[in-house]
């Protein structure tokens, strides 16, 4: 539903968020509503590509390092992400279900853990993370100023709250033809691809109640 609603684009706003983000090797994430893995999966991958880089100038500057050498310090990393790590947390234990299977499916274990947790009541300790995300999730929360007082509780000093959500059109051609994909074509592909109407209707109007950009 999400591919067929942006035509695909949704994958290029996560990626942005990651590049925006440019976590480093240590990071630890809290990725909020992101039950299903998107943003955990990318930022497990961006991680450890960071990693190995820092891996491959270190080795680069040891250049008379014998082949055993170089194993052996590879041997000697702890893992392959740099100590990072995400958390991801979810009110819905279905949800989080099917991003554990997927996260099996992909070969994703290290620094991956999964938390069953409401946004408002977060289940963490204070100043615990570098980074806490939330992608398409906070206009579903009742309280939103209670998520963001939560969020700014676990984070670290100098933490970064980074929230991808949808926003509104102001061009007024382009807003006129938006809601009328919107509101006419969105709830009927809901119901075609995945038999449900109403939660489709719901998510555009919550789209349409959330603040603006």
């Known amino acids: 539903m999400n591919d067929m609603m942006s035509l695909g684009i949704h994958r290029v706003w996560k990626d942005l968020l990651l590049w925006k983000m440019h976590p480093l090797p240590g990071t630890q994430l809290l990725d909020v509503a992101g039950g299903t893995g998107d943003i955990a999966f990318r930022f497990l991958n961006y991680v450890q590509s960071q990693h190995q880089r820092k891996q491959k100038r270190q080795l680069r500057a040891q250049q008379n390092l014998?082949?055993?050498?170089?194993?052996?310090?590879?041997?000697?990393?702890?893992?392959?992400?740099?100590?990072?790590?995400?958390?991801?947390?979810?009110?819905?234990?279905?949800?989080?279900?099917?991003?554990?299977?997927?996260?099996?499916?992909?070969?994703?274990?290290?620094?991956?853990?999964?938390?069953l947790g409401d946004a408002e009541?977060?289940?963490?300790?204070?100043?615990?993370?570098?980074?806490?995300?939330?992608?398409?999730?906070?206009?579903?929360?009742?309280?939103?100023?209670?998520?963001?007082?939560?969020?700014?509780?676990?984070?670290?000093?100098?933490?970064?709250?980074?929230?991808?959500?949808?926003?509104?059109v102001n061009n007024p051609l382009i807003s006129r033809l938006y809601d009328l994909y919107s509101f006419q074509v969105i709830p009927v592909l809901g119901e075609v691809i995945a038999g449900d109407w109403k939660s489709y209707q719901y998510l555009v109007e919550s789209i349409r109640r959330f603040p603006s950009q």
């Open 66 to 115: 014998s082949w055993e050498e170089i194993a052996k310090e590879y041997q000697n990393e702890e893992d392959s992400l740099g100590g990072s790590r995400v958390v991801v947390c979810d009110i819905n234990k279905e949800m989080l279900k099917v991003g554990k299977q997927k996260a099996l499916a992909q070969g994703y274990r290290a620094g991956l853990a999964w938390v």
């Open 121 to 168: 009541e977060l289940p963490f300790d204070d100043d615990k993370f570098d980074i806490y995300t939330i992608a398409f999730g906070i206009r579903n929360v009742t309280h939103i100023d209670q998520a963001l007082q939560e969020a700014h509780r676990v984070l670290k000093p100098g933490g970064r709250f980074l929230c991808l959500e949808f926003s509104q």
